[in-house]
């Protein structure tokens, strides 16, 4: 066989590691549920033309082709003319305006699955990963207590998980776009573009990109100041105004801020921050977003992202607006698998091994382990009929607690652990609740 090469930004985890992705995701989706939000999937892949227009994703997109392409397929039948999603959201969209006579809106959905995008892996970012994305979504119109709700979800969720503190820093693009008009701006969108570059380029290099695409430096330094702004609670307002720059979108955007802000505050004190320099980069954004970053591991940018946007689900009259938020999972846990930050009890599911005395005895150990499957406990039966203290080195290698003994006494389990061996019915003997299934612990902060 030749050399095998690794690719990078495909990440395949331990089998440790995988208890750990596996932990997340169930309580992820137990929390969504329990909001309310019912499962969707989506396919892989959408035409190329659905997937650029969203926003600068021409570079991300990954192309799907056919080897043996036929060079006379008409155009647009070819795989040439579809890639793969880059992310949940415009496939949603998609899947809405297909399936807008057989959903009930306001709709809720959650969609878990991987995506694919062509970024320079590195720390955290990798080119196929998992999403983990709610959204709700309305025909015509959407209330703006939705964009209040979306974050109280994900700090349940992230109440649910072993983590460091969660911040979701809230902002909203009517703010941006109605400051940067009310300054005589002629392009906000790409003065927004700029702007939300602050954190990987710094306040100079915001400052000098923005005056070499023409805004003055006056107000360039007022976007600045717009940005610095950062609070807990509304006050935030009150520190727009000072910057002397009026226009009714920006005070249609700072009042639905105020409004998602103080109802954090309300319910999770804590857990949302007004942050005027979050802007999102995907074009389809047009009010509140998200970027959530974790406490000592802010210098990774943000693992849970999204925001309201009113015309991604559209088609002639039809219109669907919606808001949403996406945890990168692979992203999260990257990151802190890089910090050694989680771990999990033990690498796999088993909780018990049972021993054989003699090779023979194995089909009564299937029994035994049959039983003890039939009430919820993982269970293998040993490889070989060795010596007892390999047998026991067996399970020790692999995380396995308990090692189960039959004899013509009866039956015992041992906790290998402690050394403590008790009498034991395969009917009616439980472990302890924390060793039943691996555990994970991570650095809550």
């Not at 119109?141 to 809230?170: R, S, Y």
């Not at 609070?231 to 639905?256: I, M, N, R």
């Not at 439980?430 to 555990?439: K, Q, Y």
């Amino acid at each position: 066989m030749s050399k095998i090469t690794p690719l990078s930004g495909f990440p395949e985890w331990s089998p440790a590691n995988r208890v750990v992705e596996q932990y997340f995701l169930d309580r992820i989706r137990r929390v969504f549920e329990l909001h309310g939000f019912a499962s969707i999937e989506t396919r892989a892949v959408e035409p190329l033309d659905t997937l650029l227009s969203k926003g600068e994703t021409s570079k991300e997109v990954y192309l799907l082709r056919r080897l043996q392409a036929e060079a006379d397929e008409p155009r647009g039948a070819s795989d040439a003319q579809l890639g793969l999603h880059f992310d949940l959201t415009v496939p949603f969209a998609r899947y809405v305006l297909e399936n807008a006579g057989k959903l009930q809106f306001p709709f809720r959905r959650y969609q878990i699955q991987k995506v694919w995008r062509g970024e320079r892996p590195q720390e955290g970012r990798y080119r196929e990963f998992y999403q983990c994305d709610i959204d709700i979504v309305d025909r015509d119109t959407l209330p703006a207590h939705f964009e209040a709700e979306i974050p109280l979800v994900i700090g349940d969720v992230f109440a649910e998980l072993p983590l460091p503190k969660a911040t979701i820093q809230v902002n909203n693009r009517k703010i941006l776009e109605g400051f940067y008009r009310g300054l005589g701006l002629t392009d906000p969108m790409e003065t927004m573009r700029i702007v939300d570059k602050l954190d990987k380029i710094g306040p100079k290099g915001v400052l000098a990109e923005l005056v070499a695409g023409g805004v003055s430096e006056a107000q360039a330094k007022a976007c600045l100041a717009l940005a610095e702004i950062s609070a807990e609670d509304g006050s935030f307002a009150e520190e727009v105004a000072k910057l002397g720059v009026t226009d009714p979108l920006l005070d249609e955007g700072l009042a639905e801020l105020v409004a998602v802000v103080e109802t954090a505050g309300a319910h999770s004190p804590g857990l949302c921050r007004a942050e005027l320099k979050i802007a999102r980069g995907l074009d389809y954004y047009t009010g509140t977003v998200y970027e959530t970053q974790l406490a000592g591991y802010e210098r990774f940018g943000s693992v849970c992202s999204g925001g309201r946007y009113d015309n991604l689900a559209s088609s002639g009259d039809d219109r669907y607006p919606g808001v949403g938020i996406s945890i990168g999972l692979s992203r999260l846990l990257g990151v802190l698998f890089g910090q050694n930050a989680l771990t999990a009890s033990r690498g796999v599911p088993t909780c018990v091994l049972i021993a054989l005395t003699a090779e023979e005895d194995r089909a009564a150990a299937m029994r035994t382990a049959a039983s003890l499957r039939a009430r919820g406990i993982s269970v293998e039966v040993s490889p070989s009929a060795a010596k007892f203290g390999k047998q026991i080195r067996y399970a020790e290698r692999r995380g396995i607690p308990f090692v189960w003994f039959s004899g013509p006494d009866g039956d015992s389990v041992k906790d290998i652990r402690s050394g403590d061996q008790v009498a034991a019915d395969a009917m009616t003997w439980n472990p302890p609740v924390a060793d039943l299934r691996p555990t994970v612990s991570g650095p809550i902060v």
